[in-house]
Structures are given as structure tokens and as C-alpha cells.
Nanobody, 114 residues
Framework: QVYLVESGGGLVQPGGSLRLSCAAS????????MEWYRQAPGKERELVAQ???????NYAASVKGRFIISRDNSKNTMYLQMNSLKPEDTAVYSC????????WGRGTQVTVSS
């Protein structure tokens, strides 16, 4: 069974940092593209960042320069380092991969508030 499990969310003050992890139940060196999405209350889910199997990454304009996506194939884990967090980054963050079918984690809550 293929599944993804996110961790690392929490409450942080504006300007702070968090690192999210997405652990996979399979070897991620077989997954071409892995992605982080987020969904804030009352808003549609949006793509935050994606990383390819060879390490190429893309970011939403709203997080570019503040967030860094990475993957560690030896640990079957993808990460999202979030710096200079803003209240508008508050959302449930989920990881996604397409392995024959769309696979989603359950998400982890990130709240940025003073």
C-alpha cells in the first residue's frame, strides 16, 4: 500500500520558520515528481512547490525566496523548509505524488500568528 505521511506543522510567530516532512511508504527514487500543496480556510487548494526526480524545483510566486523544497531518497522523505513565515501562509499543508494513482497525505496544520 502506498501512502504519504506529513509532519512538522504547528504554531509559529510571523517571521519564524518550520520544516515539514513527507514520509513515503515506498522508495521515492521511483517517483518522478513530488509536490507540496496547501489549503487555507475558505480557499481553494494551491500548489506550493514541486520537485522532480533530478532535483529541479518550482515554487508558487507567493513563497518563492522563502520556502525550499528538497527530497532525501535514502530516507524516502520530502521536505519543505519554510522561512519568513507570514499569517497568509496559514493553511493545511499536504504532500502529493502520482504513483499509478494520485496519492495524498492527510495534511499537517501550519498556523502563523502572534
Amino acid at each position: 500500500q502506498v501512502y504519504l505521511v506529513e509532519s512538522g506543522g504547528g504554531l509559529v510567530q510571523p517571521g519564524g520558520s518550520l520544516r515539514l516532512s513527507c514520509a513515503a511508504s515506498i522508495m521515492i527514487n521511483a517517483i518522478n515528481v513530488m509536490e507540496w500543496y496547501r489549503q487555507a480556510p475558505g480557499k481553494e487548494r494551491e500548489l506550493v512547490a514541486q520537485i522532480s526526480i533530478n532535483g529541479l524545483s518550482n515554487y508558487a510566486a507567493s513563497v518563492k525566496g522563502r520556502f525550499i523544497i528538497s527530497r532525501d531518497n535514502s530516507k524516502n522523505t520530502m521536505y519543505l523548509q519554510m522561512n519568513s513565515l507570514k499569517p497568509e501562509d496559514t493553511a493545511v499543508y499536504s504532500c502529493h505524488a502520482n504513483v499509478v494513482a494520485d496519492i495524498w497525505g492527510r495534511g499537517t496544520q501550519v498556523t502563523v500568528s502572534s
